[in-house]
């Protein structure tokens, strides 16, 4: 069904990775820039996560790599609905290197194909945009 697909989203964001990595590996809370989605699990390597909104799986997976706060990647499991929920997972991979006084977030997400592919195509750049705003929008707590 369709070629695997590779989404790749590059952009800066005006406060240091620590940050990012934080925003990116926070647990329990929702996720604003996200649908207000929730992630759960350890993340550290070959444990499984979900992320979830409204007690319903959006994404599950395992984590395949974590090298705090540079490197984050995961099985990306698509579930939120029935006909992403039938394709094979692919692969999340989230990448921060310092750029002055800010960082640069690069999002890679592989193997994914149809419906999946077409929907993460679509969203990632206004998901990690809203990241992006709302990190440079408030202050540091």
Known sequence: ??????????????????????????????????????????????STYTMAYDGEDLISGTVLAVEQPVRLALTFNPQWNGTVATESPGVLEYTLEHAGEGCELTVRITGLYGASAISVDHDTPGIYAGLKAMLESFPVA
């Not at 207000?36 to 350890?42: K, N, R, W």
Request: aromatic letters at 8%; charged letters at 15%; proline letters at 9%.
């Open 1 to 46: 069904m369709g070629n695997i697909s590779e989404t790749l989203y590059r952009t800066l964001i005006a406060c240091p990775s620590e940050r990012v990595w934080a925003e990116l590996t926070a647990t329990g809370v929702p996720r604003p820039w996200m649908w207000d989605s929730t992630l759960s699990g350890p993340l550290s390597e070959g």
